[in-house]
C-alpha cells in the first residue's frame, strides 16, 4: 500500500515527467524554427520517451488502487542561443530529474514501500542511460560547435533516431 505522502511524491513526479516532456517539446520546436529538422526529431523523439515515463507512473498510481492528481504543468523555457545550449540544458535537466528518482528511492524506504522502491529501479536505470546519451551528445555538439558543416552532419544522423517505446512493467 502506498502512504500518502509517497502518492503525493509520485504525483508530483509524473508532473515532472510531464514537464519534461514540454520541456523537450520546446526544444523541439526552437529547432523546427531554424530548419534544425535532425535536432527537432532528437528532441521530439526525447518528448515521447519521457511522455512513457509519466505514463509508467500515471499507471503505477493506477495499478496500486489509487487516484492520479494531474497538477499545472510549468511553462518551460523557449527560446535557446543554440543547440549547444539546449544540449547544456538536457544534461542539467536529466542530472535534476536523476535527483528526483533518488528521492523517491529514498522515500519508498523510509516508507518500507518494497512495491514503489521496486518500480523506481527502471527509472534509476533509465536515467543512467539519459545521463550517458545527454552527455555524449553534449560532448559531440561541443566538438563541432565551430564547424558548420559537422552540425549539418551531426543533424542529419540525430534525424534517424526514432522512438522505442518501454516494455510494460510487470507487476
Not at 17 to 37: F, G, P
Not at 83 to 112: C, R, W, Y
Not at 142 to 165: C, I, M, Q, W, Y
Amino acid at each position: 500500500m502506498i502512504s500518502g505522502k509517497m502518492l503525493e511524491a509520485l504525483n508530483e513526479q509524473l508532473n515532472k515527467e510531464m514537464y519534461s516532456a514540454y520541456l523537450y517539446m520546446a526544444m523541439s520546436a526552437a529547432c523546427t524554427s531554424r530548419e534544425l529538422k535532425g535536432f527537432a526529431n532528437w528532441f521530439m523523439v526525447q518528448y515521447q520517451e519521457e511522455m512513457a515515463h509519466a505514463m509508467k507512473f500515471y499507471d503505477y498510481i493506477h495499478r496500486q488502487g489509487n487516484r492520479v492528481n494531474l497538477m499545472a504543468i510549468d511553462q518551460p523555457q523557449i527560446d535557446f542561443e543554440s543547440p549547444l545550449a539546449m544540449f547544456e540544458k538536457t544534461l542539467a535537466h536529466e542530472q535534476f530529474v536523476t535527483g528526483l528518482i533518488h528521492g523517491l528511492v529514498d522515500l519508498s524506504s523510509e516508507e518500507n514501500d518494497k512495491t514503489t522502491k521496486d518500480f523506481l529501479q527502471w527509472f534509476v536505470k533509465e536515467q543512467i542511460e539519459e545521463e550517458e546519451t545527454a552527455g555524449g551528445l553534449l560532448e559531440r555538439v561541443k566538438s563541432v560547435d565551430d564547424s558548420g558543416e559537422a552540425l549539418l552532419k551531426l543533424n542529419t544522423e540525430l534525424a534517424d533516431r526514432v522512438f522505442h517505446p518501454p516494455k510494460p512493467t510487470v507487476d
